[in-house]
T-cell receptor
Framework: AQKVTQAQTEISVVEKEDVTLDCVYE???????LFWYKQPPSGELVFLIR??????QNEISGRYSWNFQKSTSSFNFTITASQVVDSAVYFC???????????????FGKGTKLSVIP | GAVVSQHPSRVICKSGTSVKIECRSL??????MFWYRQFPKQSLMLMAT?????????EQGVEKDKFLINHASLTLSTLTVTSAHPEDSSFYIC????????????FGAGSRLTVL
């Protein structure tokens, strides 16, 4: 079974603070993909990153960084020097190939609502 | 980049009426499209997988006759909520992949349905 757990329901930080959003996944597949999406109040899902199961290199993109550790089945997301515009719900997702539909499917975590206070 | 357009963004309807939501891939052909439903403050739940030219694959617990999905072309999938009731009020989001088996999806902006 595929499962994504985001234990943090809501987080509040003061602007300029660093914040880490946790994501733990479960899968029996050896090949899979992990994603992070941002959902601002407008509702649209914004793609942030994709990482495949064979690439454990950490990635940094501006103020965003991701730490993928297969040993702990975690794919954590850190925002450095947070800004008010970072306020949104962030979803971690796991992609796996579902033979029943003949396509990849995404399983989402429940999301973490981040509020950055000015 | 890949763009998915979803229309309407907001719709309010009376109980008992049917509502159609369109999902279009604007600059690529989408063999597969997905429909999700999101309740307030909750995660996205996959409703169905739509493959062009074939019947949609519905997730367990999703009523096929209630949520009709049509994927008539490589750029358009529609979700029709039939005989809508207040409990169908929700945020519906579609996504599309560029090719069969694609694991990078582009999401539409979502459609907020309110049934009075």
């Amino acid at each position: 079974a595929q499962k994504v757990t985001q234990a943090q329901t809501e987080i509040s930080v003061v602007e300029k603070e660093d914040v880490t959003l946790d994501c733990v996944y479960e899968t029996r597949d050896t090949t899979y993909y992990l994603f992070w999406y941002k959902q601002p109040p407008s509702g649209e899902l914004v793609f942030l990153i994709r990482r495949n199961s064979f690439d454990e290199q950490n990635e940094i993109s501006g103020r965003y960084s991701w730490n993928f550790q297969k040993s702990t089945s975690s794919f954590n997301f850190t925002i450095t020097a947070s800004q008010v515009v970072d306020s949104a719900v962030y979803f971690c997702a796991l992609s796996f190939f579902f033979s029943g539909a003949g396509s990849y499917q995404l399983t989402f975590g429940k999301g973490t609502k981040l509020s950055v206070i000015p | 980049g890949a763009v998915v357009s979803q229309h309407p963004s907001r719709v309010i309807c009376k109980s008992g009426t049917s509502v159609k939501i369109e999902c279009r891939s604007l600059d690529f052909q989408a063999t597969t499209m997905f429909w999700y439903r999101q309740f307030p403050k909750q995660s996205l739940m996959l409703m169905a997988t739509s493959n062009e030219g074939s019947k949609a694959t519905y997730e367990q617990g999703v009523e096929k006759d209630k949520f009709l999905i049509n994927h008539a072309s490589l750029t358009l999938s529609t979700l029709t909520v039939t005989s809508a009731h207040p409990e169908d009020s929700s945020f519906y989001i579609c996504s599309a992949g560029r090719q069969a088996g694609a694991n990078v999806l582009t999401f539409g902006a979502g459609s907020r349905l309110t049934v009075l």
